[in-house]
């Protein structure tokens, strides 16, 4: 079993609509990344959170510790939100430099 | 502020040889990661520098390798490179040293393999 597990993994939406992507984890974690990478490769980190909910702009996140499970939600999506979605935890506290990635959940979101 | 900066964008070499990928980190940042993302597979961890030091490594062979300098730029080296070694190759900094600090990544060095 993964350690962190992204649903769904491709996601096909029409501009304006509400956009929720999960991401559940099994390992215990000091905090969750969400990260942004566009086609070209770059990678942009959009939140990092350890409890409760986060907003920038039109993205939420949120994180339920005791349910080892975070969601990215985008309101009024547009097309240029069309990138893939990763959530990444740090194991061991954050003590090991590393992190953990989910497989990412690929969005696009048609005009 | 400049971000993450990695060169070359795109390196082709031929398998056996060597190839050696840089990386300089956000001004004020000591933690320099590394991150190999193979076509159609995930993010994978690979090597973690903090003031010179390599502080932790992923699940590769001893070939891939790095170092970290007084200025806190990176190299990651591959040696003997495989056909499997194409992948985007995807540096990040952050301000601590640990995980639970935001990380800042480049736009990655591609590295093909023919």
């Known amino acids: 079993k993964n350690e962190v597990e992204q649903s769904p993994q491709n996601l096909t939406a029409q501009e304006g609509e509400f956009i929720t992507i999960n991401c559940s984890y099994s390992?215990?974690?000091?905090?969750l990344h969400w990260l942004q990478q566009h086609p070209g490769g770059g990678i942009v980190s959009l939140f990092m959170l350890s409890s409760g909910k986060k907003k920038h702009g039109r993205l939420i996140a949120t994180i339920n510790i005791q349910e080892k499970h975070s969601s990215l939600h985008i309101t009024a999506s547009h097309p240029r939100d069309s990138a893939v979605y990763i959530c990444?935890?740090?194991?061991?506290?954050?003590?090991?430099?590393?992190?953990?990635f989910g497989k990412g959940t690929k969005l696009s979101v048609k005009p | 502020e400049a971000g993450v900066t990695q060169s070359p964008t795109h390196l082709i070499k031929t398998r056996g040889q060597q190839a050696t990928l840089r990386c300089s980190p956000i001004s004020g940042h000591t933690s320099v990661y590394w991150y190999q993302q193979a076509l159609g597979l995930g993010l994978q961890f690979l090597l973690w520098y903090d003031e010179g030091e390599e502080r932790n490594r992923g699940n590769f062979p001893p070939r891939f390798s790095g170092r970290q300098f007084p200025n806190y730029s990176s190299e990651l080296n591959v040696n003997a490179l495989e056909l499997e070694d194409s992948a985007l190759y995807l540096c990040?900094?952050?301000?601590?040293?640990?995980?639970?600090?935001?990380?800042?990544f480049g736009d990655g060095t591609r590295l093909s393999i023919l």
């Open positions: 990444a935890v740090p194991p061991d506290g954050g003590s090991q430099g590393n992190l953990i």
């Open positions: 990040a900094s952050s301000v601590g040293a640990f995980s639970n600090q935001p990380q800042h």
């Open positions: 390992v215990g974690i000091s905090a």
